[in-house]
């Protein structure tokens, strides 16, 4: 039992990371405004609904702001009239917008704050866009941001981002099958070096066995991929430059079988094997994290686009985040090690079948 530490550990982390993972609530948010656009000098009445809100609870304390950027790089904002809360889901909120913004711009993007006591603060960033006639900076009619007066949301709450909403609880999912991907590919790459300096058939065992592992992952990875770019860009697959070089990563993980199929002498077999799955993971390297880069794309961390950080993963989510990347990554160790007693079995099977047959022809 104590040499099985680690695959203990490993189900108790995944189960931790299902139950933390799914359970623990997002912060209150902001999920859509109405209208979207509006000109200087108008009065609006804004239709906003929110996630996970209170508004109704929190009645006259709701407090509204159209914030923006000035070209001093200062935060100007614009206090709302009227807060009208339908629902604690629902608010109405008038805006009379000054005849001028305080940049000189043609059309500028507000972000939405919203705040009270039981919610704390929520923010849409590039909310309305508001255009104006003349281009004069004019300041009157907005203000600095009460920050100090703002309030902050209390008790364990996962953050909630726009667009991700919900769908952020994947991060503990698709980030982590990719880290324990790499690892498993990088032992199993090791292996495959061993092998070819001692001729040893169990670490071309190992190897085949990681191997095995680490695309079930990698597959696992492109399927929790694929539903989230459908929650977050409209679709599952959107011939992004990422998800296209991670399909072709993972076939050239699966011509590794069909190698291996292709040849009936096992040292022939196991030794060209060790040779493509050098090759296969080298290849890893610029797919995933070279070529992405060198080109628009909609993942975080590509193509100019930010990865998590931040607002996104702050320490509630690395709660959760860290021990899931540990806790995968063991469980694809585990299954490596049951499918190389596997290979293990069956290898000593051919063997003595092998050794039956010859004393058979003797006799």
């Known amino acids: ?76 904002a614009l206090s709302a009239g009227k807060i009208q809360a339908i629902s604690d889901q629902e608010l109405i909120i008038d805006f009379t917008l000054p005849p001028a913004l305080p940049v000189k711009a043609k059309v500028k993007d507000c972000s939405l704050l919203l705040d009270n006591p039981i919610d704390g603060s929520s923010i849409l960033p590039s909310a309305i866009f508001i255009s104006q006639d003349k281009l004069v900076g004019d300041t009157a009619g907005w203000g600095d941001l009460p920050k100090k007066s703002l309030h902050q949301a209390t008790g364990m709450k996962f953050p909630f981002r726009n667009i991700l909403s919900e769908t952020i609880r994947n991060l503990f999912y698709h980030v982590p099958l990719w880290f324990g991907m790499m690892l498993i590919f990088l032992v199993a790459m ?126 509630t989510m690395r709660l959760v985040f860290y021990p899931a990347i540990i806790g995968w990554t063991l469980f694809g160790f585990w299954l490596a090690e049951l499918y190389y007693r596997i290979a293990n079995l069956r290898d000593q099977q051919e063997e003595s079948e092998y050794i039956f047959d010859k004393g058979i022809q003797k006799i």
């Open 1 to 76: 039992m104590i040499k099985h530490w680690w695959k203990i550990l490993s189900v108790v982390i995944i189960l931790y990371t299902f139950i933390a993972g799914l359970l623990m609530p997002l912060k209150p948010g902001i999920t859509s405004i109405s209208p979207a656009r509006a000109k200087a000098g108008e009065t609006i009445s804004m239709k906003v609904a929110g996630y996970n809100t209170h508004f109704t609870q929190a009645g006259k304390e709701v407090k509204a702001w159209l914030t923006l950027d000035s070209d001093a790089k200062k935060k100007m």
């Open 190 to 315: 090791i292996y495959s070096v061993l092998y070819l300096r001692s001729s040893d058939p169990l670490h071309d065992n190992k190897a085949t066995s990681l191997v095995v592992s680490g695309t079930l992952f990698g597959l696992l990875g492109l399927v929790t991929g694929a539903i989230w770019a459908k929650n977050t860009w409209g679709q599952y697959w959107s011939w992004d430059i990422k998800q296209n070089m991670s399909a072709i990563a993972m076939l050239i993980y699966l011509a590794y079988f069909v190698l291996r199929q292709s040849f009936e002498d096992r040292e022939r077999k196991a030794r060209i094997s060790a040779v493509y799955n050098i090759f296969a993971f080298a290849a890893l390297i610029p797919l995933l994290f070279v070529i992405p880069r060198l080109t628009d794309s909609l993942h975080p961390g590509n193509g100019g686009n930010p990865g998590f950080g931040g607002e996104d993963l702050d320490n």
